[in-house]
């Protein structure tokens, strides 16, 4: 048996902080399972592009995380908007990238920030653009998919 501090300090002592859990328990609650979490963010930018309406690119990322019983989840959404921020705003304005490309780009930059994202997506007027991590992927326009940097009818 283990005793297992409810909010994580293990200097609060409290008998209302402490619980008595099995061994296997209390490994799963510091360990946490796993869970995708999916966020849309808007980013301004004031350059143009041609996929962001009225100066906002329109994303959803999907983290994995541990869920922490806590807080539902450890991931810190204002510190990656900051960097997407960042990475959008002076890192992109000079190339004025495709969705395509941005997708991409993100993805790789925020596993570099030590990020676990599983997808980012970037909404245009027609599609949506897609990147896990293999191809780049136009969903949701039947008429239209890229894989590889080649298109397909």
Known sequence: MRIHHIDTNHRNNSEDNLILLCEKCHRMIHSGPKILIYKKINIYV???LE???????????????RLNFNNSSTINFEEILKILKFLIDEKLEKIKPSAEFIVFYLFIMLRRYNI????????TENNTIEYKG???DVL????LYISNGTQTE
Do not use: C, H, M, P
């Open 46 to 48: 004031d350059y143009e």
């Open 51 to 65: 996929y962001a309406k009225n100066g906002n690119i329109q994303l959803e990322i999907g983290i994995n995380d």
């Open 116 to 123: 676990n994202i599983s997808v980012v997506r970037v909404f």
């Open 134 to 136: 293999g191809d780049v």
């Open 140 to 143: 949701y326009n039947k008429n």
